[in-house]
């Protein structure tokens, strides 16, 4: 087999100009394959961390029934005791409280209804981006305990700016309070401390924070929570539904979730865009496979004298097939060597000046950050074996074409 190949990679090289084109357009299409799939998976970690990051956490435990119905009186079972258990895990980097519900609230020159978040100011910012995202103001340091962080375009719907005071109402918990009964409302008002802007258009508009204490008290939840978001140590965590981990926290009436729950529409994108990278392989891999076919039968029919002598001299069907499928290997190490090269400048180049989607919105989602293509060993390992046994496959067909021939009609046909 040495002999066969040492034999074919000296053919290649007897018409350069005809093997560099064919292992380029080899490498081409090897090249492009590791780009989509780098950019594939630099747009799903880019997505994922815009999703996950800003505000939705990694994962999140609610009371059973909380997510679909968004009851305030759904608070999570000895939401306590969970955080405490929730300290000692060592796959937990980060655990916050939240209160959440939907509100109206009030300004002198307008109205909205919003989703308001009642959050821990010192446990929050591992888990959100919300005193990054802001563009004026503090984050929850001032004097005043009635602080509120609103969006930049909900502040553009009231007409108000920093220390200004809006009111903010909102229907109480039904087993809060002696005096409040279910469906009772509630009214505090606020001072802005703050305006951020995460470039998502339902953040901007559609939701405030204020302190935890200030959202349990106005909807009297005496020290109840809707909402425990998690940040774990390997964010892989959230996407293995299959970990004790969400087992151990889906009891008591509690569930456990990561984003993929939270996010289905999300997942779903992923898996269409891994279709898509293998039909993308299929496509290409087929126009590769055309090529090798072209260039092999090309190489056969020039050299249709030499094959018909060796025949002559007594080399086999089997040897004369060897030498074709070596002849194509040769030609697929040659198009592996220029494809990844290509790769390597091309995804590379890209990789480190990023691409500009930012603002843009997908599947939900919106691009918060420039979008990398990200390179991995695994690209340059998977498909170019892929691309040497294809290629060693598709030779099949010119091989046993070759093994096929007569002595004295390939000769003949070659005068």
Avoid at 228 to 235: E, S
Avoid at 344 to 368: P, Q
Avoid at 381 to 394: D, E, G, I, K, R
């Amino acid at each position: 087999m040495f002999f066969h190949f040492k034999l074919a990679w000296r053919n290649l090289f007897r018409n350069r100009r005809r093997s560099l084109l064919s292992g380029t357009a080899i490498g081409m299409g090897l090249a492009a394959l590791i780009f989509v799939d780098a950019l594939v998976l630099g747009m799903e970690r880019n997505l994922i961390e815009s999703a996950t990051a800003s505000f939705l956490g990694e994962g999140q435990i609610h009371r059973a029934g909380f997510r679909t119905s968004r009851e305030v009186a759904l608070t999570v079972n000895h939401a306590g005791e969970v955080l405490q258990r929730l300290q000692q895990e060592a796959v937990v980097a980060h655990a916050a409280p939240r209160v959440l519900a939907f509100g109206m609230i009030t300004s002198p020159a307008n109205v909205s209804a919003v989703t308001f978040a009642g959050i821990d100011p010192l446990r929050e910012p591992p888990l959100s981006q919300i005193d990054e995202a802001l563009v004026a103001g503090d984050y929850f340091r001032g004097r005043h305990s009635r602080e509120i962080i609103i969006g930049s375009k909900l502040a553009e719907l009231l007409e108000v700016g920093l220390d200004d005071r809006v009111v903010l109402t909102a229907a109480r918990a039904p087993a809060a309070g002696r005096e409040a009964q279910s469906g009772d409302l509630a009214q505090e008002m606020f001072r802005i401390a703050g305006i951020f802007h995460f470039n998502i258009r339902e953040l901007d508009a559609g939701m405030v924070f204020l302190r935890l204490e200030q959202a349990q008290q106005l909807l009297g939840l005496a020290g109840g929570v809707h909402e425990i978001a998690l940040k774990f140590t390997d964010a892989r965590l959230a996407r293995d539904q299959g970990h004790p981990f969400w087992q151990r926290y889906s009891q008591d009436g509690n569930e456990a979730v990561g984003w993929p729950v939270l996010l289905p529409q999300l997942q779903a994108v992923f898996e269409l865009s891994a279709f898509g990278i293998y039909l993308t392989g299929l496509i290409l891999f087929g126009v590769v496979a055309l090529g090798i076919i072209n260039t092999l039968f090309m190489a056969l029919y020039e050299r249709l004298f030499e094959f018909g002598v060796l025949r002559a001299l007594g080399t086999r069907p089997g040897g004369m097939a060897a030498l074709i499928i070596c002849e194509a290997g040769a030609l697929a190490i040659l198009s592996i060597g220029l494809g990844c090269v290509l790769s390597l400048l091309v995804t590379g180049i890209v990789s480190k000046s990023g691409i500009d989607y930012t603002g843009v919105e997908y599947a939900g989602v919106t691009f918060r950050k420039l979008l990398y293509p990200v390179m991995t060993v695994r690209q340059y390992l998977f498909y170019p074996f892929w691309v040497f046994v294809f290629t060693a496959l598709v030779a099949g067909y010119p091989a046993l074409h070759a093994a096929r021939l007569k002595p004295a009609e390939a000769m003949r046909r070659s005068l």
